[in-house]
């Protein structure tokens, strides 16, 4: 290899739940081997291709997307699509010449991934949910390390290359009880009073919020308080919801930029079932109530809520029972400490520091020096 600087190939987004670990991984890289040289590839129009260069880094897209599942004829124009990536994706790695190439999943990352292993590039796969699709399935036969942040996954991959890592998270959140006042501060809320933080994600949760919505009363009669993150596509609405209702205990916000403080705030949390949303939690060790949503492709939120489930590490409301159970069911978990210590304890134990600076060290070591 001579004296020339290590190239990494970083595939995959299409959601943050693939973006964000992309971007950790690389910036652990660059932590530990500070003249690495780094390639994102994703695909056009997804929001990695804003996103990476914001982070600092140089991306290339792919003219891919995924498929229909209707069987609509558009899924002609989305092989045409994917013909055009595999061959876009090897003259990029021609051109760049990588050591390695890491793939995070998104549309982008299976035609990267099959052209580097077509070309005897070592490859890396970082499997953030509990169930692996079909592509990383395929991918698994020749990369050399598989990362993943659930036990169990030798039902998918081969046993011998598989690396339990976690996932990359946003932020450690060390010392959340050292906020709390601040927290009680920042969101104006009641200290006498418990706390329910539901999470809706950036753009919101239309069944989470519909939860909320049909039951105002109940949480203002309730001896309780709610921070409420709707998302940005329906904040207005729900805020309008809220002044109409003239309710006082709940305390409505489209994003939340403090989620240390929404954190160190709550008694329960209410969430999505999001890989990286759940390694979070872990990190964060509060009492959980998952509702997997039901628009992701192969229920993989269902999958990820279930390994919390079967461990007894979070309580599961599916997304179609949830505008007549979620509120109820977290008002009741509110009262139960023993099962709220319970729940806290088990997630905890699920929990993975370091994933992003594990999973770094990992590519570097496949680099053929």
């Not at 160190?264 to 998952?290: C, F, N, Q």
């Amino acid at each position: 290899m001579g004296n020339r600087n290590i190239r990494i190939i970083i595939s995959g987004g299409g959601t943050g739940g693939h973006l964000f670990p992309a971007i950790a991984i690389a910036n652990a890289l660059r932590r530990i081997e500070p003249d690495v040289k780094i390639l994102f590839v994703g695909a056009e129009g997804k929001m990695e291709m804003q996103k990476v260069p914001d982070a600092g880094y140089e991306i290339v897209g792919l003219p891919v997307s995924g498929l229909v599942r209707s069987g609509s004829i558009r899924n002609i124009s989305v092989a045409f699509r994917l013909f055009r990536s595999m061959i876009r994706a090897g003259q990029i790695i021609k051109k760049f010449d990588p050591d390695v190439v890491a793939g995070v999943g998104g549309y982008a990352s299976g035609p990267v991934l099959k052209q580097a292993q077509q070309r005897h590039i070592p490859t890396l796969i970082q499997e953030q949910n509990s169930y692996a699709g079909v592509t990383n399935k395929l991918l698994a036969r020749r990369a050399v390390r598989i990362c993943v942040a659930y036990e169990g996954m030798e039902k998918y991959f081969p046993k011998e290359k598989i690396m339990l890592t976690g996932n990359p998270v946003r932020q450690v959140y060390d010392n959340l009880a050292s906020l709390r006042g601040e927290a009680l501060r920042y969101f104006n809320l009641d200290p006498e009073m418990p706390v329910i933080l539901l999470l809706g994600g950036s753009l919101g949760a239309g069944t989470l919020n519909d939860s909320v919505c049909g039951s105002m009363d109940l949480i203002e009669t309730s001896g309780k308080q709610m921070i409420w993150q709707t998302g940005s596509h329906y904040y207005d609405r729900m805020r309008d919801a809220a002044e109409a209702r003239g309710v006082t205990r709940i305390r409505v916000n489209g994003f939340i930029s403090r989620m240390e403080l929404a954190y160190a705030a709550a008694d329960v949390i209410i969430s999505r079932a999001g890989a990286g949303t759940i390694s979070e939690l872990a990190l964060v060790g509060k009492p959980v109530i998952l509702v997997p949503s039901p628009n992701v492709a192969e229920d993989h939120q269902t999958h990820n809520a279930m390994a919390l489930v079967n461990r007894e590490a979070a309580l599961l409301v599916r997304d179609a029972d949830a505008r007549d159970k979620l509120v109820e069911t977290a008002l009741e978990l509110v009262d139960d400490s023993t099962r709220r210590n319970s729940l806290s304890e088990n997630i905890r134990k699920m929990a993975i520091r370091d994933a992003d600076e594990v999973i770094a060290r990992e590519v570097l070591k496949m680099v053929k020096r």
